[in-house]
């Protein structure tokens, strides 16, 4: 069982359907259902779920995409 959503989070306020969505072990990006505390690759990656309803590979994606753009050689135009 994840960790319960982090309600004090502004992710709540914004989208307060984002809260069940973890209560039922869905990720709010991608829609994937049945996420078990074993998905994740540790206890950061676990907590962060709490925070934004993020599946391990949609923090992944996100965590590339932000080391990626703190890279000074990325030029994505
Ligand atoms: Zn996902």
Redesign the pocket.
Known sequence: MPLPPDLSKPVFQLFPQAANSIINGE?V????TQIRDCDFRDDISKKEYSISG??Q??QDQVFNMMERMEDDDYHPW
């Open positions: 990720c990006p991608c829609g994937s993020m599946c590979s949609c």
